[in-house]
């Protein structure tokens, strides 16, 4: 007889009197998660797409670049300064931005290390060895550490040290402290960390009005960012100044008071996170649930729509929230990467079932199928991409598919699918947690037992998921992640089949050497509605959200040479004679097909693993607006014209020209 129950959220761990909660549970290091299936298809075509060619497309990756020549000064820069054309036209008007080092090559490095040890993508690996080498080489006296350059930008109180990239990069190092246990790794994070609390009162992240430049500015924004670095840093070396570092840049955070949460769509990704990382010094959860507050606060009002997007095309705008508004494709990394934070430090499952929804759904969608091209702005409503000017808060391109044209997302996008396999597995103090869902295979020790799960599973596109266990030293709590829309499912184990009856949060089994235990979730086609946007709806089965089957036009639009004399192109993609219909919400919608996943992707709209139809009618006056961007969805029900039209519906995320969000009729 198996022993097979369930919890609601994963217990707390005690607390260690180590001066600093511990986490409820903890993700694997990079590498003790590998994908399998049509996952591992994501990784090989993302590392080998544009992004590992970043060295010869980028203008900041080039060799002369302050991470990796972090030696020379602002001054030596002035000196050689000339405009130069800048990444979206018109001239860099910054020395040291221009040549030296900020977010570029610190977002490249942290998702090409990832990207790297997972694939093992020899590329990638030796730009990463250079990057790794040349910080360890810059270790000052001090304790600061690469780029010069950035120890001292212009503003108004001075010369200010820049150290919101090396919080990037610390993410990353403590990465490379994981995989290869470089004593001198975790040295070069301390020592900077006691830098950064040794620096006057007025260096250290100063208010925003004091900088000269908009990149420097960007400190005070994200001055948290490296709070789970220290904390983590913290944990291994006992050091209390990082402690005293981590309440200074809380502090800085808190006492910016006007955007806290912030309309920056890439900020707040990044700050959803913030108010919880205080929990662990503190141990008041009043910090988690004010995390949670803001989250839920904002995405009721922009986040009115499918995929986990939320509506800020830069910024959030008043008024703008129809799910025709897009979400950088940095936010979406971003969000993930915050959601398994906050995952760690509640053990609650709603966090994968928003980091599903967006690396299922959306992410796909923002990149072509065979990642050798990006777009900054996915929207849910989005059928025409191209390089003109749309309703959205950034003006010029922002849609067309290039490997060149925008700026931090195609350095940041690296680390999208290693932080969502990321939040696969975490373990406790005693057990294993499978949180997202998705076929790889897991190896790690819990309370001194080694175990490994292989998933076997085609998950999101079918909903079943295997477990193969070993346990060579002992059974271990295995707790299963029930996700939220589960209707009815079942977890399979030793013979036995216990019903999921609505249960939320984990089931938990015992696993042991040589189980395989089959988790049997269920959901059908489904509606979901959003009041705020006309009452608009989309069509969901399980963690899919659907889109309408175009017929896509892919036309070439520029063909670009990087340095190394490889062509890319960019493509702009339409919808061929697209129907704006109103969903018949009085006619059940079914699944017409569904099939194994076989392709390098399932993320086309030919390869899709699975089909919904529906019937709906043409809306009379909905299309392309003036604006040169999908009209608002109309209130339901709309006027409507014509015969009954059967609807073809593929996965959001196999479709680049699309219409996922619907008015209704019948409903
Ligand atoms: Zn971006």
């Not at 995405?299 to 950088?328: F, I, S, V, Y």
């Amino acid at each position: 007889m198996k022993q097979i129950d369930f919890v609601k959220k994963i217990p707390a761990p005690p607390r260690d009197g180590a001066g600093i909660v511990p986490p409820v549970m903890t993700p694997l290091p990079l590498g003790s998660v590998m994908p399998d299936g049509w996952l591992r298809g994501q990784f090989t075509l993302s590392a080998d797409g544009f992004f590992s060619h970043m060295d010869d497309i980028s203008y900041f990756m080039q060799e002369g670049n302050g991470w990796l020549k972090w030696q020379k000064t602002a001054d030596e820069y002035r000196k050689e300064w000339k405009p130069v054309p800048y990444w979206n036209g018109g001239y860099m008007e910054e020395y040291h931005y221009a040549r030296s080092a900020w977010e570029e090559q610190a977002y490249w490095l942290r998702g090409a290390y990832r990207l790297a040890v997972i694939t093992g993508n020899e590329r990638l690996t030796r730009i990463c060895e250079d990057y790794f080498e040349a910080m360890l080489a810059s270790r000052r006296p001090d304790g600061y550490f690469g780029p010069e350059v950035l120890r001292e930008i212009d503003s108004d109180v001075g010369k200010i040290p820049d150290i919101w990239p090396h919080f990037v990069m610390a993410d990353v190092l403590t990465d490379r402290y994981d995989v290869t246990g470089d004593r001198r790794v975790l040295d070069l994070l301390n020592g900077f960390f006691r830098f950064c609390d040794g620096l006057p009162e007025e260096k250290l992240i100063p208010p925003r009005s004091e900088y000269w430049q908009w990149q420097g500015a960007i400190q005070m924004d994200r001055c948290c960012d490296a709070l789970p670095v220290i904390h983590r840093v913290y944990r291994l070396t006992g050091d209390r100044a990082l402690l005293s570092l981590s309440e200074k840049l809380y502090k800085k955070w808190r006492e910016d008071k006007s955007v806290r949460v912030n309309r920056h769509v890439v900020n707040f990704a990044e700050r959803i996170r913030y108010a919880a990382q205080r929990y662990p010094l503190t141990g008041d959860r009043a910090a988690i649930n004010e995390s949670k507050r803001m989250l839920r606060r904002h995405m009721l009002k922009w986040g009115q729509m499918p995929g986990g997007l939320w509506a800020a095309d830069e910024n959030t705008r008043r008024g703008k929230h129809d799910p025709r508004q897009g979400t950088e494709t940095c936010a979406m990394s971003e969000a993930v990467k915050s959601f398994t934070y906050m995952a760690t430090l509640t053990g609650e499952s709603e966090w994968a079932d928003r980091s599903e929804d967006l690396m299922f759904n959306s992410y796909p969608a923002s990149h072509t199928p065979d990642y050798k091209g990006l777009h900054y702005l996915t929207a849910d409503n989005q059928p025409e991409l191209d390089g003109s000017d749309h309703d959205y808060d950034n003006k010029g391109m922002m849609t067309r598919y290039s490997a060149f044209a925008y700026r931090c997302c195609q350095h940041n996008t690296g680390m999208a699918w290693p932080n969502f396999i990321t939040s696969s597995f975490y373990k406790t103090a005693d057990g294993l947690v499978s949180m997202s869902l998705m076929p790889c295979a897991a190896s790690t020790e819990v309370g001194g037992r080694r175990v490994t799960a292989d998933v076997a599973t085609d998950y999101p596109f079918d909903l079943t998921v295997t477990y193969k266990i070993k346990a060579p030293d002992g059974p271990v709590p295995l707790y299963i992640r029930i996700p939220s829309w589960d209707g009815g499912g079942a977890i399979e184990a030793g013979g036995e089949t216990v019903s999921l009856d609505g249960k939320r949060g984990f089931v938990r089994v015992t696993a042991a050497d040589g189980d395989v235990i089959r988790a049997v979730f269920k959901a059908e086609p489904s509606v979901r509605r959003f009041p705020l946007n006309n009452d608009c709806v989309c069509v969901d089965l399980g963690p899919l959200t659907f889109s309408l089957k175009y017929d896509e036009e892919w036309i070439p639009a520029e063909v670009r040479t990087d340095e190394a004399g490889l062509e890319w192109t960019d493509w702009d993609v339409k919808a061929k004679d697209p129907v704006f219909p109103a969903l018949d919400l009085s006619e059940k919608i079914k699944i017409s097909k569904r099939r194994p996943v076989t392709e390098d992707t399932p993320f086309t709209p030919d390869s899709a693993p699975v089909e919904l139809t529906a019937r709906g009618y043409r809306v009379d006056g909905w299309g392309i607006g003036d604006d040169n961007t999908v009209m608002p969805v109309p209130p339901s029900p709309p006027a409507v014209k014509g015969a009954p039209l059967k609807l073809t519906l593929v996965p959001l995320g196999c479709m680049r020209a699309r219409l996922s969000c619907f008015p209704h009729v019948n409903g």
